[in-house]
């Protein structure tokens, strides 16, 4: 739903407004459960941030109180899930915490090496499912805490995650994204009632999946830019609060990263707060906006690549790190561009409607019809569209150059990531050449969500710039 808020066109700064700073301020002593329990009415935007998660126990040894926390949340008996890696990871401890509690249970493990979210391992996970079971508990991260959120929901029964690593930021959310149809889809569930983040399995994790943790939160740089910007262009809910969580969730990510390539306890434990309160700002914004802007679009786009290639999925964060350096170069030259604006709504679309769809379907392949009929229905690229946006960006256009100014440059970005150890370069991670470039042209077209990569189409850049970043991704 798009709301146009009543300050829209107020000025606003760059990075911070005065505003979020003070908020910022206010918020920083909070604690996670202060967090959780939110604000019932928000003075900003009226509505309430309020996810009410039970517990959120983030502590070496967290495990030990997890019969307690079942017992006190008046669950009976929990339907465990884990993949092969998170139940090496975590699986033993885990059932040892529930039987030392006298907990009963069902324990079941994905099939697969590396399961990926999407219709089978959906059907996997209720095959194994006992309908004695009120409660669905994941040991796991991404993959897993995605799947049991999606299963848990649909199934009326409460959920709770034991992250086996720091990885991604969606424990505390409340959307799934899963791949139906070979499309990659969000979809709307509900938080958890029970977070368990016990160091002692965290700080033990793959240092490639907490680089990827630590990345996702990196993309937050672009993410909240997008968010300001499509406040601007397109009239979208914006609220100072919830980016003021987010921006206070990155400045706490990015502070950990010394103590993460140096294999730290204590930062892994910050670094899965951090990523608890980003998941917590998209819960309070209802939707995956404040996390999530061309640069997740780009990840989203390459994984549908890799899994179209056949080939063994890349944590999401890793591809969110590569897909924010690709923003920071695509912000500088949008706000170096000169625009002819009354050229810009002149000019005819690139391609034809017939030509678009043969494109969606070279680069999508199997998603390509949900993503031809996303767009038969939103007509975000239609000249009308397209010329109401180019008229918001016009208007506001000093304001978009400045939010696009406050990003970090292509190689301030590429040094934050290395700085932990994420990839940089797409052949570190074997994306090929032509993903790259399709994504950057392309992305966008996999949601109805305004980013700095539909006013690069509006304004006309975007295919010549999608070569150059590509080249200059290869050449990191
Ligand atoms: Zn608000
Ligand atoms: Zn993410």
């Not at 309020?50 to 339907?79: F, H, M, Q, T, W």
């Not at 569209?385 to 100014?405: F, G, P, S, V, Y």
Request: aromatic share 6%; glycine share 8%; net charge negative.
């Amino acid at each position: 739903m798009i709301i146009r808020t009543a300050d829209q066109s107020d000025q606003i700064d760059p990075h911070n407004s005065a505003e979020e700073s003070r908020i910022i301020s206010e918020l920083a002593d909070w604690t996670l459960d202060e967090y959780s329990a939110g604000t019932a009415r928000c003075p900003y935007c009226n509505r309430s941030h309020s996810p009410a998660i039970r517990y959120i126990d983030i502590c070496a040894d967290a495990l030990n109180g997890l019969a307690r926390r079942l017992d006190e949340l008046g669950v009976r008996k929990p339907y465990v899930v884990a993949d092969i890696n998170t139940d090496r990871a975590a699986g033993e401890q885990t059932r040892e915490a529930l039987a030392a509690g006298g907990v009963q249970f069902i324990y079941h493990i994905l099939s697969g090496d590396e399961p990926v979210p999407d219709e089978a391992a959906v059907g996997d996970l209720l095959m194994g499912f006992d309908s004695s079971c009120d409660f669905i508990l994941g040991v796991g991260s991404g993959v897993i805490n995605d799947l049991c959120r999606f299963v848990s929901f649909q199934t009326g029964r409460r959920f709770g995650i034991i992250a086996s690593a720091p990885s991604m930021d969606g424990f505390a959310s409340t959307v799934a994204p899963l791949i139906r149809r070979s499309l990659k889809t969000t979809f709307i569930a509900h938080p958890p009632a029970l977070i368990i983040g016990d160091t002692n399995i965290l700080s033990r994790a793959p240092r490639r999946l907490i680089a990827a943790g630590y990345a996702d939160v990196v993309g937050k740089l672009n993410s909240l830019i997008d968010w300001k910007i499509a406040r601007l262009t397109v009239g979208e809910y914006y609220c100072p609060w919830v980016a003021a969580v987010m921006r206070l969730a990155l400045e706490r990510t990015l502070a950990c990263a010394d103590g993460l390539a140096r294999g730290d306890a204590e930062a892994s434990r910050r670094l899965m707060e951090a990523l608890t309160m980003a998941g917590l700002a998209m819960t309070y914004a209802g939707y995956s906006r404040p996390a999530s802007g061309f640069e997740h679009h780009l990840a989203h786009a390459w994984e549908m690549s890799f899994l179209r290639l056949g080939r063994k999925l890349i944590p999401h964060g890793v591809k969110v790190g590569l897909g924010t350096i690709a923003a920071a170069k695509l912000a500088k030259r949008i706000r170096s561009a000169s625009v002819d604006w009354d050229e810009s709504a002149r000019a005819p679309a690139r391609l034809s409607v017939e030509a678009w769809e043969d494109e969606m379907r070279r680069v999508f392949g199997a998603a390509a019809p949900d993503i031809i009929s996303l767009e038969r229905s939103v007509q975000k690229n239609s000249p009308e569209k397209r010329a109401t946006r180019l008229n918001a960006a016009r208007e506001h256009w000093d304001e978009i150059r400045l939010l696009l100014a406050a990003l970090p440059s292509g190689e301030q970005v590429v040094q934050t990531l290395r700085a932990v150890g994420s990839p940089v370069n797409p052949r570190e991670i074997e994306l090929p050449r032509e993903a790259v470039r399709d994504g950057i042209l392309y992305a966008k077209e996999v949601r109805d969500r305004y980013t700095q990569q539909q006013l690069a189409w509006d304004i006309g850049g975007l295919p010549g710039w999608a070569e150059e970043i590509t080249e200059e991704l290869f050449n990191i």
